[in-house]
């Protein structure tokens, strides 16, 4: 059903706002357009009401979700590319076709550590994407290769990589095409092979190169993120200081808090005037560079073969992380300056942070004391691998490399052992969860989920907001935060069918 001039107004609905607050009120779209409008300017300016008038009922009416990582969905992994191009496209299509009925109208595909001379391509295809009817594929987020072997978690430690040549080593190994320098966030059109998007690189500042890279990277217009890290608070500030923006999984592959170094945990209870990053007074040494990076403990992949099946690693393949989390003294690293000097003048503003809010991945009173600490940079994510499906059964699943998961639930295993294999709970439930889980209201945790991220990607003026001008993502849910139907540029694309 379409409005004959092109107006609908949503009216007996809450809708929430840039703060969290849910406040009733109606909302005009243009479905022409595809846009969100100002009420009172229209009607002054175009003398006319809207045709179409659609009745929500009391319930919610939310910026549509934005997942800013999530590796696949409904049988298709982001990061296998077997040569053909147009069956890629065909995954993507059929993850932006679906994914709508969890409430997500945007989304960023997230590609784990490759073999390096697969990044071009993959980011190539990985331009944004959008079509009447499915969510819109913002462009890429590449966790990895540049991470640190000791929170390498489910990254395959062959394709690790260090940055030896700072910038250029992040040209050689994405594609200098695809690290260009862009000012303006456009969206491409169903077929076009469209501008760069958005861009989220995740990588570890203590690995070799990566952290000099950091300013230059942020000034091409790239979302630099923290993750896969053994940083000291020293080092993570620093980051942020040169640009880093946001925290990949927050408590997950990093070291967990600790009161004399809190390392990169503790970026969320940093002081705005800080003058200059503090050192740990107490942090043991660790080596550096790419020789650290690959460094495995003598005798313990022998002695793991003979114990039998392990999972005592965050790391689900065979070789194991040392049982100790090194955390690195800042005046070690010679990557970043943390004397007086550019560091130090430079103003500190805290990161964003993700967190995936299944109940598993972090302890529910680990997700409350962050968002306490933070609540303006909370972002939520799914870290969804490829059987995300709100339909799948739970049961034994093939991934890749002959590896199968176990789903139980929300749960993910990989086959024969007790280790999490990432996640397959959805966006929408994230937010139920974490209003759940930190007492927060129900539009406190929608925020997390709409503006939230699209402030950390730039992209506020267009998603995760209901200013007028922006783009008429829309997700309607009941009071309980359920998805009930999802609009995008408009236009309904998923209805929830009466039970």
């Known amino acids: 059903m379409t409005s004959p001039n092109g107006l609908i107004c949503f009216t007996n609905c809450l809708l929430p706002q840039e703060d969290g607050a849910l406040v009733h009120k109606d909302l005009w779209i243009d479905e022409r357009r595809g846009v969100i409008l100002d009420s009172q300017k229209t009607f002054f300016l175009r003398k006319e009401r809207p045709d179409r008038v659609i009745d929500l009922g009391g319930n919610i009416l939310s910026p549509g979700f934005i997942d800013i990582q999530i590796n696949g969905a409904y049988n298709f992994d982001f990061s296998i590319y077997e040569g053909d191009d147009e069956a890629y496209r065909a995954g993507l299509r059929t993850v932006a076709e679906k994914i709508v009925e969890t409430g997500v109208t945007s989304l960023l595909p ?80 169903e077929g076009e092979d469209g501008p760069v998007g958005v861009r989220v690189i995740t990588a570890a500042p203590e690995v070799e190169g990566v952290g000099s890279s950091i300013e230059e990277l942020t000034r091409r217009g790239i979302v630099f993120s923290i993750g896969h890290s053994i940083a000291s608070t020293g080092l993570a500030t620093a980051a942020v200081q040169s640009g880093a923006r946001l925290i990949t999984h927050l408590f997950n592959a990093m070291p967990q808090l600790h009161h004399r170094d809190p390392s990169i945990i503790g970026l969320l209870g940093a002081s705005p005037h800080l003058s200059s990053p503090p050192t740990s007074p107490v942090s043991p040494t660790f080596p550096t560079g790419a020789s650290a990076l690959h460094r495995v403990p003598s005798g313990v992949k022998r002695a793991a073969a003979e114990k039998g099946p392990q999972a005592t690693s965050e790391a689900f393949d065979d070789v194991q992380t040392p049982p100790q989390t090194p955390v690195l003294r800042a005046h070690d690293i010679g990557e970043l300056s943390l004397q007086k000097g550019k560091v130090a003048e430079m103003s500190f503003e805290r990161p964003f942070y993700e967190m995936i809010v299944d109940g598993i991945h972090s302890h529910p009173n680990s997700v409350r004391l962050a968002y306490s600490s933070y609540p303006e940079g909370c972002v939520l994510i799914t870290d969804a691998m490829k059987i995300l499906d709100p339909n799948l059964k739970d049961g034994v699943h093939e991934w890749r490399d002959g590896k199968r998961f176990v789903k139980a639930g929300d749960k993910l295993y990989l086959e024969g052992t007790d280790t999490l294999a990432g996640s397959v709970v959805t966006l929408d439930k994230c937010v139920r969860n974490f209003s759940r889980f930190t007492g927060c209201s129900l539009g406190e945790a929608i925020k997390c989920a709409t503006y939230n991220p699209a402030k950390c990607l730039g992209i506020e003026h267009k998603k995760g907001t209901l200013r007028p001008g922006a783009d008429a993502d829309l997700v309607v849910l009941d009071r309980k935060g359920k998805v009930l139907g999802t609009w995008v540029r408009g236009h309904e694309v998923w209805k929830r069918e009466s039970s």
């Open 110 to 189: 997230t590609i784990i550590t490759q073999e390096r001379s697969l990044y071009p391509k993959l980011l190539h295809l990985l331009r944004p994407y959008s079509s009447t009817g499915s969510a819109t594929l913002l462009g890429w987020h590449a966790e990895g290769p540049f991470i640190q072997f000791a929170k390498r978690g489910a990254h395959a430690p062959q394709f690790l990589l260090s940055a030896q040549n700072g910038l250029k080593s992040f040209d050689e190994v994405y594609g200098a095409e695809n690290l260009a320098v862009t000012e303006d966030w456009l969206m491409a059109g």
